[in-house]
C-alpha cells in the first residue's frame, strides 16, 4: 500500500482524487469483500484530509456501488451481485416468453493466442487468451462466442479445470483473478451465419444473424475483455431503459 493518490490531475478536488485512489486499491485487490476498510479517521489521518474529505469520497463509491456500508460492521468492498443484467448480449427468453434466463455454457476453446486487430485494439493488447464458447436454452444453442481475455490479468485461465466453469465468466475473473467487471459497452449490427456458426447454431450458412461485440472494463475503466456473439437474428429483439 501507498498514501500517495494515484496519478490524477492535481486540479481536481481532494476527495475526487481520493475516490480515484481508493478505487484502484480495490482494483489491485488491497481490500477485499471479506474485511473492512480502514476506518474514515485512519483513511484521513494517511492521505493528510479531513474526515468530511474522505466520508465524501466514500460516499461516492458507495453510490457506484464498488463499497457498501454494513451496519455495525464498517465499510466493506462490495462483491458483485453476478445476475443477469451484464449478461444481456441478447433478452434471452424462452419460448414461452418467461422472463429473461442465463443460457447454459459450453467452453469449446481455451488457449493463448494472439487477439486479431479489432480485440487487440479494445483490449490495448494482442497477447490474449481466447475462449470460444456455445450457450444453450433447453438445450437449444442460441449464442456462439468468441472471447479474448488479456494474459497479464488472467495468467493460467486456460489450464482451469472443466468444472470451474458454470454458465457465467464474470464471477470466475472475481473469484479467481480478482478481476471485477463493472461496466461492459456493447455494439449491435447484424451480418450472415459462416459455415462454422451455422453449424454450432443448428442454422443454415448465410442465414441472418444477430452480432454483439462488447467490451468490458474493470473499477478502474481498463478493459478486461473483448468478446463477439453471434446468435440467429429470427426473433431477435433490442430493449434498452433509459433512467
Known amino acids: 500500500m501507498t498514501n500517495s493518490y494515484a496519478t490524477t490531475d492535481s486540479r481536481l478536488p481532494a476527495y475526487v482524487r481520493l475516490r480515484d485512489t481508493l478505487t484502484a486499491r480495490i482494483g489491485?485487490?488491497?481490500?477485499?469483500?471479506d474485511q473492512p476498510i480502514p476506518s474514515e479517521a485512519r483513511l484521513a489521518a494517511e492521505f493528510d484530509v479531513s474526515v468530511g474529505t474522505v466520508r465524501k469520497a466514500v460516499d461516492g463509491l458507495v453510490d457506484e456501488g464498488l463499497l457498501e456500508r454494513r451496519q455495525?460492521?464498517?465499510?466493506?468492498?462490495?462483491?458483485?451481485?453476478?445476475?443477469?443484467?451484464l449478461f444481456r448480449f441478447f433478452a434471452i427468453r424462452e419460448s414461452?416468453?418467461?422472463?429473461?434466463?442465463?443460457?447454459?455454457?459450453?467452453v469449446i476453446l481455451r488457449s493463448i493466442t494472439k487477439a486479431p486487430k479489432e480485440a487487440a485494439d479494445a483490449l490495448g493488447t494482442d497477447s490474449?487468451?481466447?475462449?470460444?464458447r456455445l450457450r444453450s436454452?433447453?438445450?437449444q444453442p442460441v449464442l456462439s462466442e468468441e472471447i479474448y481475455i488479456p494474459t497479464s490479468r488472467f495468467a493460467g485461465f486456460e489450464q482451469l479445470p472443466d468444472t470451474a466453469f458454470g454458465p457465467?465468466?464474470?464471477?470466475?475473473?472475481?473469484?479467481?483473478?480478482?478481476?471485477?467487471?463493472?461496466r461492459a459497452?456493447?455494439?449491435?449490427?447484424?451480418?450472415q451465419a459462416s459455415e462454422v456458426i451455422a453449424k454450432q447454431l443448428g442454422i443454415t450458412i448465410n442465414d441472418p444473424l444477430a452480432v454483439i461485440r462488447r467490451t468490458a472494463f474493470d473499477v478502474e475503466g481498463k478493459p478486461v475483455e473483448w468478446r463477439i456473439a453471434s446468435g440467429s437474428a429470427t426473433g431477435f429483439r433490442y430493449r434498452s431503459e433509459i433512467n
Do not use: C, Q
Not at 489491485?28 to 469483500?33: K, L, S
Not at 465468466?169 to 473469484?175: G, W
Not at 459497452?185 to 451480418?191: C, K, Q
Open 28 to 33: 489491485a485487490g488491497d481490500w477485499t469483500p
Open 72 to 85: 455495525g460492521s464498517g465499510t466493506f468492498v462490495r462483491a458483485p451481485s453476478f445476475n443477469a443484467t
Open 96 to 106: 414461452d416468453g418467461a422472463r429473461p434466463s442465463i443460457p447454459s455454457s459450453n
Open 128 to 132: 490474449t487468451i481466447k475462449i470460444v
Open 137 to 139: 436454452l433447453s438445450d
Open 168 to 182: 457465467l465468466l464474470y464471477p470466475i475473473y472475481f473469484e479467481r483473478f480478482g478481476v471485477m467487471v463493472k
Open 185 to 191: 459497452v456493447d455494439e449491435v449490427s447484424f451480418g
